[in-house]
Each structure stands twice: as structure tokens, then as C-alpha cells.
């Protein structure tokens, strides 16, 4: 399967993935969970902290997205019977119909449901995308690609923090 992004964007993924040129990951020495942030002198101290805190909440947005999408239209869920064609069309159609119910009615249950459930984003049990080859040319790409996305979170990390720093 070949992952086609448009530039500039990336996919938000936990830590059993790779980092690489379409995966954005959060750091690995702190604290990630939404919750570990919760109570009283528990804010991000690190610039890692925060740029994690941000990354896991914004996962959870997007979790409770996907609940909201897949309980609103169950055949998101068994797709396996149609061609991959058919899927897409099925899912951009499921998308048109929510964000059109999302246009008119502001008041939508479905989110008021969801908004109260917690996601937990869970590191644990989760295949990550290996790398796979013999020291090739593939191999020095995929670590070059590592090299760049490690430096543009570093650099989304500094910026996130010199803002927060300065309005707090």
C-alpha cells in the first residue's frame, strides 16, 4: 500500500509506529496520556510534555470523530463484502450526510453522547510500522525521512512551547 499525502500534512500515530516522513509521533521520554495532565500541579513541564499533551488530545478529537461517524452509520463498521471502490464512495457519502446533519443541527446528540466518553489512547497492543530490508538505499531513505520528521516535531515542540510560555 502507498501512503500519498499532500505536503505538509502527516498522520498523528502513537508510539508503535516509526516516525518517519508521514507519521507524526510523540516523544518517547514523557508523559503522553491526556489524563496523566489532569488535577491539580499536574500541567506539562517540559516543552516534550506539552507538545505529547497536545498530540494525545488531539488523537482523542479525532477518536471521538470516528465513534461519532461509525455509531451514526453502522456500515462504516462491515464493509468487507464491497470492492475497495465502492467503500470509498460509501465513507465519503457517510461524511456528506454528517457534516450536512452538523451544518443544520448544532444541537446533535450524537456528540453530546460522545463528548462525555473518555478514549484512551493506548500504546500498548499495537503493531508499529517495522522497518524491513538490508541496509539498502530503502533503509538509508527511511532513516533520512526519520531524521527530517524528528526535526519538524522538534520544531512544532519549541514553537508550542515558546507560545505557551509566553501566555502563561
Not at 499525502?5 to 491526556?34: C, E
Not at 494525545?56 to 455509531?71: D, T
Not at 456528540?111 to 530503502?138: K, L, M, Q, Y
Request: charged share 15%; glycine share 6%; hydrophobic share 45%.
Amino acid at each position: 500500500m502507498v501512503i500519498t499525502l499532500i505536503a505538509g500534512s502527516y498522520y498523528l500515530v502513537d508510539l508503535g509506529y516509526t516516525i518517519g516522513n508521514a507519521f507524526l509521533r510523540p516523544h518517547k521520554s514523557a508523559r503522553y496520556h491526556a489524563h496523566e495532565f489532569w488535577g491539580a500541579n499536574q500541567q506539562p513541564t517540559t516543552p516534550q510534555e506539552f507538545f505529547n499533551y497536545r498530540h494525545s488530545s488531539l488523537r482523542m478529537v479525532i477518536e471521538r470523530c470516528f465513534g461519532v461517524l461509525k455509531a451514526r452509520f453502522p456500515i462504516l463498521t462491515a464493509m468487507h463484502s464491497f470492492s475497495i471502490f465502492r467503500q470509498r464512495l460509501i465513507v465519503i457519502a457517510c461524511y456528506a450526510l454528517h457534516n450536512f446533519i452538523r451544518m443544520y443541527n448544532r444541537a446533535d446528540e450524537m456528540f453530546h453522547v460522545w463528548e462525555g466518553s473518555f478514549v484512551r489512547n493506548s500504546d500498548a497492543g499495537i503493531a508499529g510500522a517495522a522497518r524491513v530490508g538490508s541496509g539498502g538505499t530503502e533503509e538509508a531513505f527511511n532513516a533520512q525521512a526519520q531524521r527530517a520528521m524528528s526535526e519538524y516535531r522538534d520544531a512544532i515542540t519549541a514553537t508550542m512551547w515558546a507560545d505557551y510560555t509566553a501566555n502563561t
